[in-house]
């Protein structure tokens, strides 16, 4: 019997090569189209139903709060999995993938049938991002199972951004092109082709994969853990997840994620009602032909990966931020021309603003592997997941906010989505207020993470002095031989003295 379990695929290494990165990188087909489907195209879509902006708002913003809490604990849930004859038969990771999906295919296309019961769409959607989690969360360790060569781990984890840009660009495009015919079931249509390619993609990731084997060795690592009960277990989540605000590069990078994340999920959310009732002669798929132009991020992303080397995080941040701004602005005196029908004009603003989206997104989860190296010299210990985790709540949670704002906002300005649904049929002041809160409210929110970002230190150079540092401890080296450079930069990145870095006892 146990030698049927370790022959299994699930547990049978192959070669990783670019091919077999892409399959792996399949499911952010989905996990890139959905973020875009809940701050682009869900919003608007609850809206046309006659539902008000306020319960619309509502619908995305409890569900997400509601995942976001269920996400901090799901990861833990799949760690401990192994212990149950399900895991060990079909892997502590693979089972919740497989059980993800299938949910996912069931409870996708239900979400696009036309009801006027808000509380519908709300339970139907805190479902779809429960069966998510299960999909993504445990998805997402597979690089760290399937391998410990960093290299091939780089394969793997260097194909998700190119497919989920590739997954955005999808998700718009389809519904794009099916709105055009004017069929009043588009949105049903669009979710079902959109349920059979991701469902293809996530399976096809799923059976090409494979964990880590149950050697004795390995159980015996895992069985080391501490065994806590649920309240000891929620006591130390919760004192690690705040923990992580003891470090200040994480500080500044999270508050730069959020501000400028944010700022992006009200221009996606907002885009298609600023284009339809603000500016006139505008067609309904006119706003999904204008998202589909997020094709042109996978070519910025392109030129970042090579950015990042020769110019650093902060370069590309500055870059990123003043090319949305600017086409924020684009948006603003297109708008303010009157022009009716301004298609040509829109796409090349739009252009401009997804070529600094493509890199706005890039850019934090590529600094992101060094913000653990700060907390290391500072904790001696090891908290990758930890900061994943925070980093993932705060972004899900933030984004509930966005979308929730924005509808109390139109809600605020009068604006009635039962009744005004083009520009002819929408009096001018709310033209106006629709306006204000779309270009406002990104540039306030992309402005301070500019600013934020220029004060950002960890770069190449500085992480390369305190990895040497990092090095020369784990090694035995004593605290008081530490040169003035390298004291001197722990303690910009760690906020902290270095007297105070690196205990004797770790913080696990």
């Known amino acids: 019997m146990a030698e049927k379990k370790k022959s299994s695929w699930v547990y049978t290494p192959k070669e990783i090569n670019t091919a077999r990165g892409l399959r792996y990188g399949l499911t952010d087909l989905m996990g890139g189209g959905w973020n875009n489907i809940v701050s682009g195209v869900i919003f608007v879509f609850v809206l046309s139903q006659g539902i008000s902006p306020l319960f619309t708002g509502a619908v995305l913003g409890i569900g997400r709060i509601i995942d976001a809490i269920w996400s901090l604990f799901f990861g833990a849930i799949t760690d401990r999995f192994y212990r149950t004859r399900l895991g060990k038969r079909f892997g502590r990771r693979h089972f919740w993938i497989a059980v993800g999906g299938v949910l996912f295919a069931i409870l996708f296309p239900m979400f696009w049938i036309s009801t006027t019961s808000w509380q519908y769409y709300l339970w139907v959607y805190v479902a779809i991002e429960v069966a998510i989690s299960m999909i993504l969360i445990p998805w997402e360790t597979l690089p760290t199972e399937m391998t410990p060569d960093y290299k091939k781990r780089t394969t793997l984890s260097g194909n998700r951004m190119f497919i989920s840009a ?13 709105k055009s015919f004017n069929n009043p079931n588009a949105y049903l249509y669009t979710g079902i082709t959109w349920t059979i390619i991701f469902v293809i993609a996530i399976f096809t990731s799923w059976r090409s994969t494979w964990e880590r084997p149950l050697t004795p060795e390995f159980l015996a690592e895992l069985d080391a853990q501490p065994r806590l009960g649920f309240g000891g277990f929620l006591k130390k989540t919760v004192t690690d997840y ?18 400028s994340f944010t700022g992006k999920d009200f221009y996606s ?12 002669g505008m067609s309904a798929n006119s706003p999904w032909i204008l998202q589909a132009l997020s094709a042109f991020g996978i070519l910025s992303t392109i030129a970042a990966v090579k950015i990042m080397v020769s110019h650093g995080p902060k370069y590309l941040f500055t870059l990123s931020y003043v090319s949305i701004i600017i086409a924020m602005i684009g948006y603003f005196i297109v708008y303010m021309t009157g022009v009716n029908n301004p298609m040509w004009m829109l796409i090349i603003v739009s252009i401009l603003y997804q070529l600094g989206r493509g890199i706005l997104e890039f850019t934090p989860w590529n600094v992101f592997p060094f913000i653990p190296d700060v907390d290391r010299i500072y904790t001696h210990g090891d908290k990758a997941g930890v900061y994943a985790s925070v980093m993932t709540f705060f972004r899900k949670s933030t984004g509930a906010l966005a979308t929730y704002v924005a509808g109390w906002l139109l809600e605020a300005i009068g604006f009635d989505s039962a009744t005004m649904t083009t520009h002819a049929n929408t009096p ?15 540039i306030v929110l992309i402005a301070l993470a500019l600013i934020a970002a220029r004060t950002f230190k960890l770069n190449r150079e500085n992480h390369d002095v305190l990895k040497s540092e990092l090095k020369r401890l784990e090694d035995g080296g004593s605290k008081a031989d530490v040169t003035p450079k390298a004291r001197e930069v722990v303690e910009m990145l760690t906020g902290h003295p270095y007297d105070e870095c690196w205990p004797d006892e770790a913080d696990i």
């Open 269 to 280: 959310t907002l885009l298609p009602t600023f284009i339809v009732v603000g500016i006139s």
């Open 166 to 178: 590739t997954g955005t660009a999808i998700v718009f495009f389809t519904l794009a092109v099916l």
């Open 428 to 442: 001018l002041g709310i033209q106006h207020g629709i306006m204000m809160i779309f270009i406002v409210v990104p």
């Open 242 to 259: 705040f923990g992580t605000f003891r470090n200040k590069s994480f500080r500044k990078h999270l508050l730069v994620y959020l501000l």
